[in-house]
């Protein structure tokens, strides 16, 4: 009885506080700071670091019904949404910074920061998307990708695949933090393709194509801030055990070429890695086969 009447007491606290706050017109992040309890978003750019908590995000004022394509569910939904550039404001952000997203299930996106905050009526508008535990979003394939996540509007006229930078790979979901560093390729040189590689050949271009869709779950040469998925290179590259013809097939629909039921790897469709663009990142993973590190030890052994 006491458990509840303490959480009751809780609840009612901070639903007060965080009204109180956006009635005064305080920043969320003194909203946020009034209790600890429940899902809460951080974002951090330089020395610099902004927290939220679900319920101070659902009381802003700023906070707004944003009518999206939702690339996460595949249909025209309205979700509750403040601009991620009004999130970032005041911070000072370095030229060439990267977004990274840091998500509750180990997934990790990174994209550019320019892209993140842009606020041209001409480019894509990223947005955080709040939910309401009220009216809570749809499991996505049997999983809960609340409450956070981050969508995008695209220019008038504009469609996905079509000249666009936004593809599925940056519809990131249960996003916990935010975080604008520098990019993979400066953190992690043990990714990086030789220093004489033709800057617009196609191992470079499959570098990117590799830090936009496969660094998200994958670490290379032991190198990466996500471990969802296995190493790339180390002891064996995908390419050596599968070939180019496999391998393909399997970035395509992960399923076809061997099922189990609890597996976490979506097929990666053409709107988001084209034909072309999968040849560059086969071209990058052949490239990066000679150029291993000696495989760390196994945990315990």
């Not at 017109?25 to 951090?44: C, E, H, K, W």
């Not at 064996?236 to 790897?265: C, H, K, T």
Request: net charge positive; proline share 10%.
């Amino acid at each position: 009885m006491w458990r509840i009447i303490e959480r009751y007491l809780a609840g009612w606290l901070l639903a007060a506080a965080c009204t109180l706050s956006a009635a005064q017109g305080q920043p969320p992040v003194a909203a946020s700071a009034v209790a600890d309890a429940g899902p809460r978003l951080t974002i951090s750019a330089a020395a610099h670091e902004r927290s939220w908590t679900r319920a101070a995000l659902l009381a802003d004022p700023r906070l707004a019904p944003v009518r999206i394509d939702d690339d996460n569910f595949k249909r025209r939904m309205t979700v509750s949404a403040i601009p991620m550039a009004v999130l970032f404001a005041g911070l000072s952000i370095s030229p060439g910074a990267t977004a990274t997203l840091v998500a509750s299930d180990g997934y990790i996106s990174h994209m550019p920061m320019a892209l993140l905050i842009a606020r041209r009526p001409d480019a894509p508008r990223a947005y955080l998307a709040v939910e309401n535990p009220a009216a809570p979003w749809p499991p996505l394939e049997g999983h809960d990708i609340g409450p956070f996540r981050l969508v995008w509007t695209l220019p008038t006229g504009a469609a996905r695949g079509a000249g666009t930078p936004i593809n599925q790979s940056y519809w990131t979901y249960s996003i916990e933090r935010i975080e604008a560093i520098a990019s993979p390729a400066e953190r992690f040189p043990a990714i990086r393709p030789a220093a004489d590689m033709p800057a617009h050949g196609a191992v470079m271009r499959g570098f990117a194509v590799f830090e936009r869709a496969c660094f998200s779950c994958h670490s290379l040469n032991g190198a990466g801030d996500s471990h969802l998925g296995p190493d790339l290179n180390v002891p064996f590259n995908p390419v050596e055990y599968l070939g180019d013809a496999r391998l393909a097939r399997y970035i395509r629909n992960p399923q076809s070429l061997r099922w189990w039921r609890n597996a976490r790897m979506p097929g990666i469709d053409r709107a988001t890695v084209s034909d072309a663009q999968l040849r560059d990142l086969l071209a990058y993973l052949h490239h990066m086969a000679g150029r291993k590190i000696p495989a760390p030890p196994l945990p315990g052994g």
